[in-house]
Each structure stands twice: as structure tokens, then as C-alpha cells.
């Protein structure tokens, strides 16, 4: 673009100057188009002269830029290249490694044969740690070869009938030592069971066998090991071999169904009796029902709650034959029920007897009994009336008085020494005592003191049998 004459436009914008200005000759009639030409030709010289101001911007702009960045910026992107060339070519290193071939693994094997005279490479084999590895994937190679997969199943494994020719011809050893003296042991256990059998006539060996405990453990294996295959039968020939030889020999494997089915058929006699399945947890008559029965309840709660549990549907469906209550909710009735049989008792023994103090020993539940009355007694009283157990209400002490058994009753503890309000008040007081004794006394006592901090015994004689008996009564 010619600078003279956008200048000259723009000081003389007058049509007859810029028609000399471009050579053409002066035209009066062309004044009308004069002016817009003169704006058009104004506008692209502003275009121009801010092109240039941008292009001189940026210029100044990369001038003062420091050096160091873009140097920076060159040499992080090298180095990335860098790590990505490496980490490619390690991974092209990894996949392009070639395995061993299987004909060099068996001149491996031996040649390891020929130095050592056998084939027992441990798996952690110094001198050569692949061979150690290579025979140990071999022997599980050969399990998963040797197991009977179910129909329609592709078994993923690398041996073949013609490699394990090849194996067997070198000597191989599939199955490792220990495994050899596991089947070893197992032949011996079942020699012994034969044994017990000749000698009790059964094969019901108790899991704690004294003469071996040992052997009765072994014996609950086998149970455990059948019921897991029966609620998982999967293909196992070893196991499913072991299972025919002591089906042969007369095993009980349904030892504890049998026990189960015992105690079912006692709760079904209780229902007859009775009338319900509400048999108690401590059942005088037979506590192992009363146990069986809580123990069924606290099984099905573990099954509920996807937990192990021993409760099957085919139990579930005998207990609820005799409508067995699986939930047994707090109600007055049956804490009434429970209480009133013990209270029964209670008055059964007071009336042979003529006395409250019953053995702990012989009559274990009884006396549980007395001395949770007595302690509920004793908070009535402490609480002012106010019965903060809920298991003492007025009918119920009211009973109890009629019957003679108060705060001042003498029973007997669980060691079967006398426990009354006099022995209470007793000990309490000999608590004070020695508590003041040893407060004021000096710490070492005189030859003929019998007590260790020289102050003088406060302890009451010991009652006579005289006095014992009419405190008694």
C-alpha cells in the first residue's frame, strides 16, 4: 500500500485530488462515489496498523520471556520421552522372554536324576530356582489332570497323557513325601478303628479318647470331612475312597443325627406330657432336655443370620411337627409358672426338713432359688417397698412370709456356710473394727499378740451348737 497517498487522502479528502492522486482524469460527475471510497480505504489502513501493533506485542513479549523455561519445558518432555522408551522397551523385554521348552526341562530333570539319584527338587532350588518352580506347577498340574471334572467342564491344564509318559518314564514323583506319609498315617488310623471295633463292638470313639486323644480327634475329621462333601458334593476321589472303606468297616457318620434324634424323640414324650415344648433351661427331671432345647433355639437365631449353625431344614421341619416354640417371649405367665414350681419345691423341703438351709451340692437349683429370694428381699427393703427387680411382687412375699422365709431366714450359701442377718451384721462389724484397729495401733505388735498390728482382738467367740440351734430355729 502506498503511505504518500493514504496521507494525501487524508489531508485533502476532496474527489478532484484524488483523481489527480491516481492518474485519471478529473470526472464532476464522480463526486457522489468519492467519500465512501475515501472510508473503505481509511478502514484497511486501521486493519493494517493494528495487525502490526499485535505482531510487535507478541515479539516483545517472547523477548522478555526468561531462557530457562523454555529450556525446562525441552528437557521435561526428553525425559518423559526417556521414561517411555525405557518402560516400553522393559515391556517388550518381559513379553518377548521365551519360555524354557518342555525338551529342555526334561534333560533339566535328568540331569538332576544323574547327580542326585532322584527327582525330589525342592521348590526353592538355588541352583536352579525355575526347575524348583517348574516341578512344583507339574504336581498340581497333575491334580487338576487327575480330577474328575463334571460334564461339560474344560479343565484348563498344560499336561498331557503323552507328557506324563514322559514324566513317569524319568521316574517323576507326583505326589510329594509328605502326602505318602499322610496316606500312610490315614491307613494306620483305620487299622486302629478296626481294632476298637473288635474290641467295644461299635465305632463310636469319644472325641476326648483318653488311651489316645489323638485317634478320637481323627475320628471327628472324618465325620466333619463327610458332612462337609455331603452339603458340597463335589467330585473327590480321594476322599470319596476313604468314605467307602470306613462305610466298609461299619463308621457311623451320623453319630451326633442320632444323639439329635434321641433328644427329639424325649421332647416329643415332654409335649405328650405337657401339652407344649416349653421345656425350662435347668429342667430337674432331665437338664440335658432343658439344654438340647435352648441350644435348638439359639442354632436357628445363627441360621437366621447367615452364621454356621447345625440347624438344618430337616430339623427345622421335625421341631415344628411338635410345634415347637421358637420364640419364647418374657410373659408373667411363665416367669409365674417357673417360680411357683420352685416355690413348690421349696415348700416340700421346709415341710420334710423343718429348715431352709439347702445343700448346694445336692440341690443345686433350690438353693440358687433361696438365695435369689433372699437378695430380692433385701432390695425391697433397701428400695423402701419398691420392687426395682420386677421378679418380687407383693404375692410373692406374701407367700414366702406364710411359709416362714424372711431376711432373718438361715440358708446356706454355695460353699455351704450359714448365711443370715447376724452373719451379715457380723461381718460388718468386723470390717469396722479392723479398719479403726489398724487406723490407731501401732504397726508392730508384742510377743504374746496374737494379731499382726499389736491391736487386740474384737472378734466374737464362735457360737456353740447350743446357741447356733436356737438361733436357728
Known amino acids: 500500500m502506498n503511505t504518500t497517498a493514504v496521507q494525501t487522502n487524508m489531508a485533502d479528502p476532496s474527489p478532484m485530488t484524488s483523481a489527480v492522486s491516481k492518474g485519471r482524469p478529473t470526472n464532476p460527475s464522480s463526486s457522489d462515489r468519492a467519500p465512501p471510497r475515501a472510508e473503505a480505504v481509511a478502514l ?44 516400553n522397551s522393559n515391556k517388550r523385554a518381559r513379553t518377548s522372554s521365551t519360555r524354557i521348552p518342555w525338551e529342555t526341562r526334561l534333560h533339566q530333570l535328568a540331569e538332576y536324576k544323574r547327580e542326585h539319584g532322584n527327582l525330589l527338587i525342592p521348590i526353592r532350588y538355588k541352583a536352579n530356582p525355575s526347575l524348583g518352580k517348574f516341578v512344583h506347577n507339574t504336581r498340581e498340574q497333575y491334580k487338576i489332570y487327575t480330577k474328575v471334572a463334571p460334564e461339560g467342564y474344560k479343565k484348563r491344564c498344560s499336561l498331557t497323557a503323552e507328557r506324563i509318559q514322559q514324566l513317569k518314564g524319568l521316574g517323576f514323583v507326583f505326589s510329594t513325601e509328605r502326602s505318602r506319609l499322610e496316606s500312610e498315617d490315614w491307613n ?59 462305610k466298609g468297616v461299619g463308621f457311623n457318620f451320623t453319630v451326633h443325627n442320632d444323639k439329635w434324634m434321641e433328644q427329639w424323640g424325649q421332647l416329643k414324650e415332654y409335649r405328650k406330657k405337657h401339652g407344649d415344648c416349653l421345656v425350662p433351661t435347668h429342667y430337674a427331671e432331665n437338664p440335658k432336655l432343658g439344654r438340647w432345647v435352648h441350644t435348638q433355639r439359639h442354632q436357628n437365631r445363627m441360621r437366621l443370620k447367615g452364621k454356621k449353625s447345625c440347624m438344618t431344614i430337616e430339623r427345622f421341619e421335625l421341631l415344628n411337627q411338635l410345634d415347637f416354640a421358637w420364640v419364647v417371649r418374657a410373659t408373667l405367665e411363665r416367669p409365674r409358672a417357673t417360680w411357683q414350681q420352685r416355690f413348690e419345691e421349696l415348700v416340700k423341703f421346709h415341710g420334710s426338713n423343718g429348715h431352709f438351709r439347702v445343700d448346694a451340692m445336692r440341690m443345686p437349683q433350690l438353693n440358687k432359688f433361696c438365695l435369689d429370694q433372699r437378695y430380692r428381699l433385701r432390695l425391697l427393703k433397701k428400695n423402701q417397698g419398691k420392687d426395682v427387680t420386677k421378679r418380687m411382687g407383693p404375692d410373692r412375699v406374701k407367700a414366702l412370709s406364710e411359709i416362714g422365709f424372711t431376711l432373718e431366714t438361715v440358708i446356706l450359701d454355695k460353699e455351704g456356710a450359714i448365711c443370715d442377718s447376724a452373719r451379715e451384721e457380723r461381718v460388718k462389724e468386723k470390717a469396722t473394727v479392723g479398719t479403726e484397729s489398724n487406723l490407731g495401733s501401732d504397726t508392730t505388735g508384742g510377743p504374746n499378740d496374737p494379731s499382726p498390728s499389736g491391736a487386740p482382738h474384737r472378734e466374737a467367740a464362735p457360737e456353740s451348737a447350743a446357741e447356733r440351734d436356737v438361733t436357728i430355729v
Open 44 to 87: 484497511a489502513a486501521m486493519q493494517e496498523a493494528a495487525t502490526i501493533l499485535m505482531e510487535a506485542d507478541q515479539k516483545k513479549r517472547s523477548a522478555q520471556a526468561p531462557p530457562e523455561l523454555s529450556t525446562t519445558t525441552n528437557s521435561s518432555n526428553a525425559i518423559r520421552n526417556t521414561t517411555n522408551s525405557n518402560a
Open 188 to 246: 494306620a488310623r483305620l487299622q486302629q478303628l478296626k481294632d476298637y471295633k473288635e474290641t467295644t463292638g461299635d465305632t463310636l470313639v469319644p472325641h476326648g479318647y483318653k488311651p489316645d486323644p489323638s485317634f478320637g480327634e481323627w475320628v471327628h475329621r472324618q465325620r466333619t470331612a463327610y458332612n462337609t462333601h455331603m452339603k458340597n458334593p463335589k467330585p473327590n476321589p480321594l476322599l470319596e475312597g476313604r468314605i467307602a472303606m470306613l
